[in-house]
Each structure stands twice: as C-alpha cells, then as structure tokens.
C-alpha cells in the first residue's frame, strides 16, 4: 500500500529558529503533496499545495514567507517553517496523491513547539 | 460555500453497543467523500472512499454509507480499539478536502 514518512515526528526549537519538516512518498510517485495544519480537538486545515517542480500554492492567510514549501523530487516535499514563534507551534501533517486511496495517503504528523 | 459538518463532536459506548456517526456535507460538487481514523497524536489513517450516492463499503466492524447530503459511518459491536477520532473529508473537484471536526469515539470495555 502507499505509504508517506514524514520526519521529525516531533521537534522542539527556539523562537526565532527555522525548522524543517519532510515529507516522503516511500512507495509511489507524488506530483502532488499537501501540507495540513491540525490545532488540538480541531480539524486539519489545508496549508498549501505542493507541486513537484513548481511553486507551491498557498491557501488564503498562510504566510508564503514564513512556510517555504519545496517539493523538488517526485518523492520528497519539504516544509521550512522559518523565524518560528510559539503560535507556530501546531501539529503539521503533509498528505500525498497516490496509492490505493485515491490518492490521498497521511504521514504521521510533526509536533512542532516553539519555545 | 462548502462545508462539512459531523455529530456528534464526541460519543461515548458500552463495548459491543453499535451506533453510528454522521458527516453532512454541502458542496457544489462531489469527486468523493473519505472517511479516516486519526489516533492522538498521529496522521490520519483511510478507512474509505464512497463515489456516488447509494453506495456503501464495508471493513470489519464498519460500514460507510453515501447520501446526497450525508454520510454515515456504522460501527457494529464496537470494541476498546475502535476508540479513535472519525473524521470525514469531502473532495468537491480538483485536490481541495474540506475536512469535518471530527468525532471523538470512546468505546468502554
């Protein structure tokens, strides 16, 4: 079946720090990948759209500079949350197109906490 | 504008006790609608895909059914492990999901 890692499953960071989530399609080619993020006892809300080989889009509000989006192979998206601050800190969860879903298979979510 | 709604926000049952959770949903289109568990703390997992309305699927203790307007997702004799948050996506076109809340299950030995 298709299966998306995604790594780190947590990470604890300064304010002020750049960190970097990835997100890998082990088993399939993903020309699109997507970037969720999830508040506690709350639903996720798509963040952006990765494309492979072209530039991400972004859903309304989300920062573009701050949530740098590269998705540079068919298997590999990266999300870069940069001069991070405590608000920041969220479970962020990517989701690929491929596989037996219909597309749409999760990764095991990142905790970030912004200190 | 579209949207997806599921009740209840939280359910609670006796192991063995069968019941069922609701997603409504209002979107111009429909390309599918998907029902996936998330345990705390980790990805959502698939459960199922439903297409067109009238159509149901099944895995082992649960069952996915489409209407027009709402999905529903039967639990049958549910057990401890069931417990997990039930959340519903609908894919109106293109690659959007609009996501509902959630349903909190817990399932008491």
């Known amino acids: 079946g298709a299966v998306v890692s995604q790594h780190p499953s947590w990470v604890i960071c300064k304010s002020g720090t750049s960190v970097k989530i990835e997100c890998r399609s082990l088993d399939f080619q993903a020309t699109t990948m997507f970037w969720y993020r999830q508040f506690p006892k709350q639903s996720l809300m798509l963040m952006a759209t990765s494309n492979e080989g072209s530039k991400a889009t972004y859903e309304q509000g989300v920062e573009k500079d701050k949530f740098l989006i590269n998705h540079a192979s068919l298997t590999l998206s990266t999300l870069t949350v940069t001069s991070a601050h405590p608000e920041d800190s969220s479970f962020y969860i990517c989701s690929a197109r491929g596989g037996r879903t219909y597309g749409y298979t999760f990764g095991s979510g990142t905790r970030l906490t912004v200190v | 504008e579209d949207q997806v709604t599921q009740s209840p926000e939280a359910l609670r049952l006796q192991e063995g006790e069968s019941s069922s959770l609701n997603c409504s949903y209002t979107v111009s289109g429909l390309r599918g609608l998907f029902w996936y568990r998330q345990d705390p703390g980790k990805g959502p997992e698939f459960l199922f895909t439903?297409?067109?309305a009238g159509e149901e699927k099944e895995k082992e203790r649960l069952k996915a059914t489409l209407t027009k307007k709402e999905s529903f997702l039967h639990i049958t004799a549910p057990k401890p492990e069931d417990s997990a948050t039930y959340l519903c996506a609908v894919q109106p076109t293109g690659n959007q999901f609009y996501f509902g809340t959630g349903t909190s299950l817990t399932v008491i030995p």
């Open positions: 439903l297409y067109s």
